[in-house]
């Protein structure tokens, strides 16, 4: 795996104490000389993140360096330490962690295929902390960071690795198979969903939250019409409009639930998903 220099925005943050393994996430600035920084403090809320980018445009109390948000590229630092396990446990906590994130970037990178993207890539970032800071950054085109939805989306594919069974499909057919699969797991072990996340997804993922299977069973069956349209739906819009008519939870969830703050973008997605007779605002299963 490559490896890349950015700058913490709070090394103090890097040696907080984490309960799980689990991924927190940071967007990245550009100084003026060039060199990459975390935009801000980590977090695991995909609206938060939404929220950071969005001060690059609009005036919001999120931190204010985020006007330097680097636009050349979407660029997702994630972190995760643990800080009680053995040297073995940790190593395998790593690996496991690695693997969710090379995941992510498959699926990511079927999807971009599909929309005429430059594929995202996985680095190590490189630093001086304990070895127990896992420090990784995904690095995608810049079109993934010109509207709030599509943030939204990048976000949850990469969340979306923590599932094995979506890290090896070759059509859709199949990702929508396998994502059939993972809800139907989830679904039938949601009373012990805690304890059965522990056991089936071991130091990858947090336990305890929300499954974003929630999420899967409305859009898995959208995300093709919306990749293959992604130019007539967002490319002919600067991103500052999108971000300017657009509040923090205006994601992909809102987007294709039909609640979505942008009225012209809304009425756009409902009648593309009519060309391709799927609707708009209904769970695939």
């Known amino acids: 795996m490559k490896k890349i220099k950015i700058r913490f925005s709070d090394p103090q943050d890097m040696r907080g104490a984490r309960s799980f393994v689990r991924p927190y996430m940071a967007l990245c600035g550009r100084e003026e000389d060039g060199s990459l920084f975390q935009l801000h403090g980590w977090a695991h809320c995909r609206e ?12 919001t109390p999120y931190n204010a360096r985020c006007t330097m948000l680097a636009t050349d590229r979407t660029r997702v630092m994630l972190y995760a330490k643990q800080t009680t396990d053995s040297a073995a446990l940790l190593s395998k906590k790593r690996l496991a962690f690695e693997n969710a994130l090379k995941n992510a970037v498959k699926i990511l990178n079927f999807f971009e295929k599909e929309g005429g993207l430059k594929l995202s890539v996985l680095y190590q970032i490189e630093h001086t902390l304990a070895k127990s800071n896992l420090a990784y950054l995904i690095e995608g085109s810049a079109e ?18 923590r599932f094995p069974e979506l890290g090896n499909f070759t059509t859709f057919d199949e990702f929508i198979e396998r994502c059939t699969f993972v809800i139907k797991d989830f679904d039938t072990n ?3 969903l805690s304890a059965y996340q522990k056991a089936n997804y071991p130091c990858a993922f947090p336990t305890g939250d929300p499954a974003d299977t929630d999420y899967l069973r409305l859009i898995a069956n959208k995300l093709l019409v919306i990749m293959k349209n992604r ?8 991103a500052k409009k999108f971000y300017e ?41």
């Open 48 to 59: 938060s993140i939404i929220g950071y980018a969005r001060a690059k445009y609009v005036n």
């Open 144 to 161: 993934w960071q010109r509207a709030p939805a599509l943030l939204s989306l990048y976000l949850l594919l990469i969340r979306c690795g």
């Open 190 to 192: 949601t009373a012990n």
């Open 231 to 238: 130019k007539e739906l967002f490319s002919k819009t600067p």
């Open 245 to 285: 008519n657009c509040s923090n939870v205006d994601g992909i969830y809102k987007l294709c639930r039909g609640s979505i703050s942008n009225k012209e973008l809304a009425e756009n997605f409902v009648e593309l998903c009519d060309a391709y007779e799927i609707e708009a605002d209904k769970p695939f299963m």
